[in-house]
């Protein structure tokens, strides 16, 4: 069976980016710290990493993480999926408006009613392997509130960066199940299974 998997780096006090997003910085002031165990794995990080390359079969992301990656400095033959294993499984970008030029076109592709149908399109591709909702922050909320996501993965990293891009914002009661956790030097990298 197909899971779906949200799965994104966060900071102790709950923010995905830090402040001040841009073109230019894309992850914001202070948030290239969150995918330090990412960029730089020690191996317990390197085996998260290898883990979750090898069992996914498609990924879902958000137009604005989207306009990140695919900008000049963004995932190259070096540095995509996976950090610097580069991996390319299929990408679905959820969005109401496709980009007119697109760098990694042979990537991507676009799904324009929702995140719902990027799961359901996201599950016909992956087969039995996972589908993985990497970001952005709204993203995942919505598929987590639509009911749509199986585990939770998250990647705290020892910073605090007072602003930014928070995960969970209104967010209802919600009871998890913590089903795995695994410290590294970088990142103490958490799975909860979603009720």
Request: no cysteine; aromatic share 4%.
């Amino acid at each position: 069976m197909t899971r779906v998997i949200a799965d994104i780096s966060m900071s102790l006090d709950g923010f995905v980016t830090g402040p001040n997003v841009s073109a230019a910085n894309g992850m914001g002031d202070g948030g290239l710290a969150l995918h330090t165990w990412a960029l730089h794995p020690d191996p317990v990080d390197a085996g998260v990493l290898d883990e979750t390359v090898a069992a996914t079969g498609a990924v879902i992301m958000g137009r604005r993480l989207f306009d990140i990656i695919d900008a000049p400095g963004g995932w190259n033959d070096e540095m995509g999926y996976g950090g610097s294993r580069a991996a390319d499984p299929p990408v679905l970008v959820v969005t109401r408006t496709p980009p007119e030029h697109v760098r990694l076109a042979d990537r991507m592709t676009f799904v324009v009613d929702g995140v719902a149908s990027a799961v359901a399109k996201g599950a016909s591709i992956a087969g039995e392997r996972d589908v993985v909702i990497m970001g952005g922050a709204e993203v995942i909320r919505g598929a987590l509130d639509a009911g749509l996501v199986h585990e939770l993965r998250l990647h705290l990293a020892p910073v605090l960066l007072g602003a930014g891009t928070p995960l969970f914002t209104g967010a209802r009661v919600r009871q998890l199940r913590q089903v795995h956790a695994r410290p590294s030097s970088q990142a103490t990298h958490v799975t909860y299974q979603v009720s």
